[in-house]
Every structure is written in C-alpha cells, then in structure tokens.
C-alpha cells in the first residue's frame, strides 16, 4: 500500500511539509513525489539501486529520498561535513548511479565528479544550474504525475547510511525495506502514531535518527516542519508558530534550548509540544532535568544505532527515577547481554548488548560480508556496546567495545582518524580516543609516538589532518608519548592511555 498516497486522498490540502515561508500540501507532495520518481525511472535508475542525496535541509532534502523510495531505489543521505576525499570514497563505493546536490555543495560535487565513474547523472538542487547537471525542477516538470507501481517488500522504503568504519573506512549500512509494524510500534510508544502531529525536524536529515523521524511522521500522515539550520531560539519560534508536538535531538542541541536566557524562552508559547526525542549520544543529567523544567515531563530517550535502529526507550516518568539508563526494550525488540563466549550474564554484569534481528534492523554493510559476519551471532546483531540490565529490565551503556567516539551527537570513529594520520612521515603510530568535553560530551584526542629523532608539534598533526576529513574528526588535542602501554601480544591498550583522563567523572563514555 502506497501509505502517502493514501493520507493525499485523506487530507489533500493538509500540510505535509513546510520549510520557511515554503510548504506543501499533501496533494502537492505526493505529486511531486511522483513526477520525480517518474523521470528518475526515465533516466534508467532501475529497482534497487542507490541514489546520493547530497542536500542541506531544506523541502528537496524530505522529498528527494521519499521520490527515490517511490522510484523503488535505495536513497544515500551524504554527511554534509565530509571533504572531497571522503565524498569521493562513498561515491564510489555506493555503486550510486544518480546524485542530488544542492548548491552549498555545488564545489565539492566538481572537485570529485570525474572520478565517479559509476553515476550516470548529477542533478542539481537549488538555483545553481552548473552545465554538467541536469535540474531538479526540470524533472519535475517533465515528470509523470501518476503514481509507480508499490513493491510491497519495500515496507516504508530503505535507505543506506555509511558510518564509520572500524578498520578506518565507513560502511554502508543497507536497508532494503522497514517493516510499518515495527514503525507503528515505535510511534506508538513516543505517542506519535496519529496524524495530526506535527514533527519539527531540527537536526541534519543526513543522520539516521532526524532522517528516520520525518520518514515515520510522514508515514502517519503528520507534517514536518524543516529547519534548513538550527538555531536554539528559532527552533522554539517554530514549535510556537506551528504548534509542533514532537521534535528529534542530539544532547548538544537541547542544551543549547535550556541554556537560553528565561527571558528568551518566555517569548514562546511551546505547551503544544508534547514529545522531544533525544538520543544519538549519552545525555547529561542537567540537561535533562533543565528540559524537564523547561518543557514539562515530555522528554524521551532511546537508545539505538544506524544498524539496529531503535533498541530502548526510556520515558518521561523514568528520566529521572533511572539516572544513566537508555530505557527498556522497546515494543517487538528483543536483547541479551552476552559475555564473549556468547552466554547471558545476570543483571547487574556488563556483557555486549545483542538485538534479535527485527523488520526495522540494516541487511549489512554494503559490499562488506565479513564486517556483517563480524555484527552477527546467528539471529543476534551487535554494534559493539558494553551495556548491563538492572533488575527492572533498564538497560545502562557503559561502555563502546569499538571505541567510537560521540561529539555533539555524532559518531567519530578513531580508526579512519589513525588511517590518515598514520600516513604522516614524521609520526611512528597514533591512537585516536574520546577524552571528556562538558559542552560536547566528549572530544577527540589523538596521542602520537613520533619516529625516531622527529620534531613534531601538535599544530602540525591537526594541520596534517584538517583538510584529510571533515572538520569534527580532527584532533583536538594531541599528547606526545615515549612509549605506547602494549600486552604480550604487542596489541596496543588504548584504554590505558583514555582512563587517566576519565578518573572520577563517573562514566567512561
């Protein structure tokens, strides 16, 4: 069942999408939706595979992946904080044959476009109409406004978001197709599944969280309000303006909301929010106590990933009777805590948190099946977390097996930074680790043992970086070191060089 479609016939003049003084009605998205779905079949995007969208938040940035859905393709949301180096690697990996790029990218598309030997068109968005591009709007226009066929394994529609890799590449982690049980499960449990609610989406639609909750909004036939960039005070202009009811965000940026001036807050009217969603990183108490104060007992949290989606939920009335817990399995999620040869530890024992596969998890990592190996045991997938289970079932991460690093919500992976900086001349090896950051959770640290009879400066290693990776993977700070702390083995104990920094803060991550 074509699920849009159908809240078009229900509520056509209802908005659907709204972005500034821009909007969209129900009828007017799913026949944009379709016209664009119709020229990329034109243009020979055949069933199954990827399209890149490379866009700033904006109307195009919601309507272009649900048009790629329609179109029975697989949609490729680019991070838009990459460097040529990165867009090309995903470029190519993705085996992508068609790409969406707003103007603000325009630059990097061409420093890359001829190596991408695998797309067959670029199509940009916005007023840029470089000659090498073909226009969104001109598919638009030529578009049929009929709708395609529905492939009822697609659910809801797939997706594939790259995320770093352990072993210093991202992975595209594929989804062909989300189950709407496992969907509608979900919102039922945020109290969402109904379509007058209205979703402002506040972070960048290119992470899987933001991305995901504008999809499930849309689902339900609800409307999403689009901020192109965010700024604390607007936001809470928006959910007063559109009187939204739910919003998405990392910790960083409802920090940002609660340590506005009272005087600020108190210009906005925002009762009619009734759900804000955080997660993509561990949210400090104060913050959630200030945004209880500040908002009411409308604040959510779970826990999840990019692979297995949405795992726990913690709701408003456990915020502050659970301090550090993600929440409970969420509805049709099952888990276990595994010690490493695979059997249940009792609560209370840290052991690797495992999720039964469900509709709503990732097929794998694209082109990668010993990394999905690696996730799996039999019908069990990991990302790699260390997590212990109270004696309510209250699930509490301790700990990122893989090292993963989160600032601001997003996920940094050490081993793509150590990639690059192993590349160095001058430096013998590195370890890349999250050390504490009261603003941003945590920040990235690289310590460096120099070779042999080097001189080297700190300056000279986030110069080295910066311009080889987006800008939130650089370096912060570097340590030099004589020595590294090794075992037997010669493997490297990185957690002998991270806890020093980590003493008496309560929490390792």
Not at 302 to 310: A, K, N
Request: net charge neutral; with cysteine.
């Amino acid at each position: 069942m074509d699920v849009l479609a159908a809240h078009a016939e229900r509520a056509p003049d209802a908005p659907a999408l709204l972005e500034g003084e821009r909007a969209l009605t129900w009828h007017a998205f799913v026949l944009q939706r379709n016209r664009l779905a119709s020229a990329l079949r034109g243009l020979g995007l055949a069933h199954g595979e990827h399209a890149i969208v490379y866009a700033q938040n904006s109307l195009e940035a919601v309507l272009i992946p649900a048009a790629v859905r329609a179109a029975g393709a697989i949609p490729v949301p680019m991070n838009h904080r990459l460097v040529a180096e990165e867009v090309a690697y995903i470029l190519d990996h993705s085996d992508a044959r068609a790409v969406f790029v707003s103007a603000e990218f325009l630059p990097v598309a061409e420093r890359v476009r001829a190596g991408a030997a695998r797309v067959r068109d670029w199509i940009a968005v916005g007023a840029a109409r470089p000659a090498w591009a073909r226009h969104v709007d001109d598919l638009l226009a030529a578009g049929d406004p009929a709708p395609l066929p529905v492939d009822p394994a697609q659910g809801i529609g797939g997706s594939m978001i790259y995320t770093g890799g352990t072993t210093g590449r991202p992975r595209g982690a594929l989804r062909r197709g989300v189950d709407p049980g496992v969907t509608r499960r979900f919102m039922e449990a945020f109290g969402l599944a109904e379509p007058g609610h209205v979703h402002l989406a506040a972070g960048p639609l290119h992470h899987s969280a933001p991305g995901g909750f504008v999809q499930f909004t849309h689902v339900f036939g609800g409307c999403v309000v689009v901020m192109p960039r965010f700024d604390p005070e607007e936001a809470l202009r928006l959910i007063a303006r559109h009187r939204c009811t739910s919003t998405f965000m990392a910790p960083t940026l409802v920090q940002r909301l609660v340590d506005l001036p009272a005087a600020v807050r108190a210009r906005y009217d925002v009762s009619s929010l009734r759900v804000l969603v955080v997660a993509a990183a561990p949210c400090p108490m104060r913050v959630k106590e200030a945004a209880l104060a500040t908002f009411g007992p409308v604040l959510y949290e779970f826990y999840g990933s990019t692979e297995l989606s949405i795992n726990t939920i913690l709701r408003p009335e456990d915020v502050l009777r659970k301090p550090g817990s993600c929440g409970r399995a969420a509805p049709g999620v099952e888990l276990a805590i595994l010690d490493d040869a695979g059997r249940p530890v009792p609560a209370g024992t840290p052991g690797e948190l495992y999720v039964r596969r469900f509709g709503g998890m990732f097929d794998g990592y694209y082109k990668d099946a010993a990394a999905t190996r690696e996730a799996e045991r039999g019908e069990w997938a990991t990302v790699g977390d260390v997590a212990y289970v109270d004696d309510e079932g209250f699930v509490y991460i301790c700990d990122r097996k893989r090292d993963m690093i989160i600032s601001g919500g997003v996920n940094i992976y050490p081993a793509e930074i150590e990639d690059v900086l192993h590349r160095h001349p001058a430096i013998a090896d590195v370890a890349v680790f999250g050390v504490p950051d009261d603003a941003w959770g945590e920040r990235v640290h690289a310590a460096v043992l120099a070779r042999d009879g080097a001189a080297l400066t700190a300056q000279e290693v986030v110069d080295f970086a910066r311009g080889r990776m987006a800008d939130y993977k650089v370096p912060r700070e570097v340590s030099f070191h004589a020595d590294f702390p090794r075992d037997t083995a010669g493997k490297l104990l990185k957690r002998l060089l991270r806890d020093p920094y980590w003493a008496g803060r309560g929490r390792t991550i």
